[in-house]
């Protein structure tokens, strides 16, 4: 692989020839594997993630104009101008571009921008990070472009950003291209460290380094099998049915306010109970056959419009159960 240096110089000189400008912000954001914890983090419970070589790359220069203009080295993606005066407010069918927006967005969000001519970009992207592999390619634009974004709009030093912050952010704008996801990848994307991996605790979002011996070799392997999480609803309906089994243990269990309680997290913490307990509490109040909709309700005893505004979202309104 080559060095992050000649990699970096390289797509500057792309750039230029391209926009006929250099530069003003360049990002690298790094992919990740998860070592201890998969998929618990969207129920609130740590996990140890590290971050990889492979990375997404960012550049991106003002252009005093209300286009941005967007280009990827890769060609067999399509390049793109969109219209930064018209709001955009996400997409269930993202294309590579959106999740590129997802950080733009919350980079205007975050400085209250208005739209103005101060928003038009010129946009290369480029990266190593094999895509639908689950090295979590998609959150690496997400975040390198809330960054960039936010370093070029409010000229800002990168390095001096609150990375805790920026996670915390890229988690929820994601949601714009229809992931709601826990917050691992953006976490470990935006404060990992080279030597070291990274647990991460949630609710509040906290980080703490875990040495990895220099010895330690870690294989990387793919399967082959590709999966896009923002392209389906599989990904939000296992958040959902965690939701929904959280919620239902709790009416069923303290008669609390179940609308309340959005992760298995908070009902361990509501009951009292360590990890072993929970496992034990759900064993007894589900067996193995699904529960419809209809059951769903009826053990809420609830709407099927207050199951909407409290327990699905928007990729699982129709699809789930």
């Known amino acids: 692989m080559p060095s992050i240096d000649n990699i970096e110089e390289e797509l500057c000189s792309k750039f230029e020839q391209k926009f006929r400008h250099k530069p003003q912000i360049l990002v690298r ?21 590290m971050a990889i070589k492979h990375a997404t790359y960012v550049l991106l220069r003002k252009n005093g104009t209300e286009k941005i203009n967007f280009f990827n080295t890769d060609e067999k993606y399509e390049s793109y101008v969109h219209d930064a005066t018209i ?12 999740y590129f927006l997802s950080g733009w967005k919350g980079s205007q969000e975050q400085l209250r921008s208005p739209p103005n001519e101060s928003l038009g970009l010129d946009v290369l992207l480029s990266g190593n990070v094999p895509p639908n592999a689950g090295l979590s390619s998609s959150s690496s634009v997400v975040c390198a472009a809330l960054l960039a974004c936010l370093a070029a709009n ?3 030093n990168p390095e001096k950003l609150d990375r805790s912050g920026l996670a915390d952010v890229a988690t929820r704008v994601e949601r714009y291209i229809g992931v709601e996801g826990g ?4 976490a470990i994307e935006c404060l990992a460290s080279e030597g070291q991996a990274l ?8 980080s703490t380094q875990v040495h990895l011996p220099k010895e330690a070799l870690f ?4 399967s082959g099998a590709e999966y896009n999480k923002a392209a389906s609803s599989y990904y939000n309906e296992r958040v959902v049915e965690c939701r929904i089994a959280a919620q239902i243990v709790a009416k069923r269990l303290v008669h ?10 908070h009902l361990s913490e509501f009951l009292q109970k360590d990890f072993e307990d929970m496992i034990d509490v759900i064993n007894r109040h589900f067996d193995e056959e699904p529960m419809s909709r209809e059951n769903v309700l009826r053990e809420l005893e609830t709407t099927d419009d207050d199951l909407i505004e409290y327990s699905l979202n928007n990729n699982t309104t129709q699809k789930i159960m």
Request: net charge positive; aromatic share 12%; glycine share 8%.
């Open 256 to 265: 609390c306010n179940w609308r309340e309680i959005r992760t298995l997290r």
């Open 87 to 98: 709001p955009w407010t996400g997409t269930t069918k993202p294309k590579w571009y959106h």
């Open 183 to 186: 917050g691992m990848d953006q």
């Open 219 to 222: 294989a990387v392997i793919h």
């Open 29 to 49: 954001c790094p992919g990740r594997v998860n070592l201890i914890g998969e998929h618990i983090d969207y129920s609130g419970f740590s996990v140890l993630p």
């Open 154 to 156: 409010a000229k800002l």
């Open 199 to 206: 647990r991460i605790d949630f609710n509040p979002l906290l």
